[in-house]
């Protein structure tokens, strides 16, 4: 009789991490296989405490979901914090793995690796061919070590350990769970929390940063989940037929994008803001247009199955799920 494999959810309390445990839960993975630890419980930039852990639990897989996010906001104001926590993370976890015998890794990047201008949609082979977006480049650099960290154990350990790290590259995902601080979140969060509360006070406007022209692509995060799990399951020499060894990620998105504008019209008609938008174009854009090209996932036998208004009409459901339980401070003025 075989044992069910112990997978090790690093993030498990993270928007992304808590998906991937709902679809190893759905897709008949035994809870009690699967592990999970808290921040207060395992520091994962503490890498004694993360060899230990290792070292205790030894897990057959690992799903490394870890990291500080945030959006264009915080990632300029904590450049410091955000390179090094992730690279603390990510170098700690994939080493005590690979020490204590993981074989199969998934390792979630970000679509901000890829160049400010690279051509759209993104291909994987855009990586490493040009400057990168300057507001978010700590956090770039952090995902991008974490990929070439995956690539150079399986080179270099592939063959005579069985060595497996991958590595997905999300585009902007939303959903449960997310982070809805009103500076330190990322768009669709952010916009939620400030639509709602400015409905709740019958405000007559709301000032957006940026000239609302920016493209951007959505996807709903139990859509990266089963990606994730989708990509974790595929045979190695089918991975392999894909990928290659120093161009090994893959790209996980939703094949569509829209301006800045267009969303927040959207969040509005979800909300039921009826107020006037406007956009400040001195405030930062970031990039001009990011849209991943998610050809190779699709010939993998992957692609998104929630629409965008059918993601954020749920979000908003949770949003105000948890607003019942902690009132904004905001909401009560």
């Not at 998906?19 to 994962?44: C, D, F, K, Y």
């Not at 906001?73 to 204590?100: G, K, R, S, W």
């Not at 480049?137 to 270099?156: D, F, H, T, V």
């Not at 208004?309 to 749920?314: V, W």
């Amino acid at each position: 009789m075989n044992t069910p494999e112990t997978i090790y959810v690093a993030g498990h309390r993270g928007m992304v991490g808590s998906a991937i445990v709902r679809q190893l839960l759905a897709t008949g993975h035994p809870p009690g296989r699967i592990v999970t630890r808290t921040h207060s419980e395992l520091n994962l930039t503490d890498q004694a405490a993360v060899r230990d852990f290792f070292a205790q639990v030894r897990p057959r897989q690992v799903y490394l979901a870890a990291a500080k996010v945030g959006g264009i906001h915080a990632n300029h104001t904590f450049p410091a914090d955000f390179i090094y926590q992730n690279l603390m993370i990510t170098a700690n976890v994939i080493e005590a793995a690979f020490c204590n015998g993981v074989q199969k890794l998934l390792f979630l990047g970000s679509s901000c690796i890829y160049p400010k201008l690279a051509e759209q949609p993104m291909s994987e082979d855009a990586l490493l061919t040009g400057p990168l977006e300057a507001t978010n480049e700590p956090y770039a650099i952090a995902k991008i070590a974490g990929i070439k960290l995956c690539e150079s154990y399986n080179r270099q350990f592939g063959a005579s350990h069985g060595v497996d790290y991958r590595s997905v590259m999300p585009t902007n995902l939303y959903g449960p769970g997310d982070n809805y601080h009103p500076e330190n979140s990322h768009v669709i969060p952010a916009l939620i929390r400030r639509f709602h509360e400015a409905k709740e006070l019958d405000a007559p406007e709301i000032v957006i940063w940026g000239s609302g022209t920016p493209l951007r692509e959505f996807l709903y995060v139990d859509d990266m989940a089963a990606a994730c799990v989708h990509v974790m399951a595929l045979p190695k020499a089918r991975y392999e037929q894909h990928t290659r060894p120093m161009r090994s990620h893959i790209n996980v998105g939703s094949g569509a994008d829209m301006t800045i504008a267009e969303l927040a019209h959207s969040i509005a008609r979800v909300t039921g803001f009826t107020g006037r938008i406007r956009f400040d174009a001195s405030r930062p854009d970031g990039a001009p247009r990011k849209l991943m090209n998610n050809r190779l996932l699709r010939s993998l036998g992957w692609q998104a199955r929630v629409d965008l208004p059918t993601g954020l009409a749920l979000t908003y459901q949770n949003f105000l799920a948890n607003t019942a339980q902690h009132p904004s401070p905001m909401a009560a003025l």
